[in-house]
């Protein structure tokens, strides 16, 4: 297990329900690794802010994301701006016998730093691989190899993981007690996103 956590900072301090944090790397992990996109977001040159969904994975303390070469998300944080990037799992819908103590079991990350390009082609092909791999583990090595003119069409960006932390809802409504015989159903409705069968081509 690993029991290493992440620094409190002035950008990662949760001010709301802060019982609910995790600075845990184990826990950050875990969120990350279950997650098939990350949602980034940075300031463009004239201070206009952009949030984008993108494909995520993780090595070890490093995120990866990539795109096409010509793609402004990609230009602008190549050139080491600010980013926060964001996972969110949606676990139930919690039902409370009031409006006010509706909510939903979550778990979420936000990372703060700053991407670099991955230049060296044995390291620009492993985070390829764990992209994919992280999409359809083990595909990698089954697929037709990737060509040196695609490695250059793409560019792959490493995000340190050093500024992070998770915040996790988990459990039944809390309601007020003067509430609880108030007749209409009160409880947790499971959200799942489930993969369905493979529909071949
Ligand atoms: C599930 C998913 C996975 C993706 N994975 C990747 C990936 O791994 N790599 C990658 O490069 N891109 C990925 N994309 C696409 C990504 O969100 C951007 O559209 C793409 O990177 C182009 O970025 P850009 O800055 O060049 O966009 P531009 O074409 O410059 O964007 C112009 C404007 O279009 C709008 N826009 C752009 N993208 C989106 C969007 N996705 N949804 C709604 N509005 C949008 C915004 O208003 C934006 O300001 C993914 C999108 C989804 C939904």
Wanted: proline share 8%; aromatic share 4%; charged share 20%.
């Amino acid at each position: 297990m690993n029991d290493k956590t992440f620094p409190k900072t002035e950008n990662t301090s949760l001010r709301r329900l802060p019982k609910r944090g995790s600075y845990d790397h184990a826990v950050v992990h875990a969120i990350i690794d279950e997650a098939m996109i990350a949602h980034v977001g940075f300031s463009g040159p004239d201070g206009q802010p952009f949030v984008l969904p993108t494909a995520v994975a993780r090595i070890g303390e490093t995120l990866i994301i990539h795109g096409s070469a010509i793609s402004r998300m990609m230009k602008t944080l190549a050139g080491g701006v600010p980013l926060c990037l964001s996972v969110t799992h949606v676990d139930g819908v919690v039902l409370a016998k009031s409006a006010f103590h509706h909510s939903m079991n979550y778990r979420s990350v936000t990372v703060f730093g700053r991407a670099r390009m991955i230049e060296d082609p044995a390291a620009k092909e492993a985070a390829l691989r764990a992209l994919t791999d992280h999409l359809a583990p083990g595909r990698w090595d089954l697929l037709r190899p990737v060509t040196a003119k695609e490695v250059k069409a793409t560019t792959v960006l490493e995000i340190p993981l050093v500024e992070a932390v998770a915040k996790v809802r988990s459990g039944p409504p809390v309601d007020d007690a003067e509430d609880l015989d108030w007749p209409v159903f009160a409880g947790v409705v499971p959200v799942k996103l489930v993969k369905g069968e493979p529909v071949p081509v």
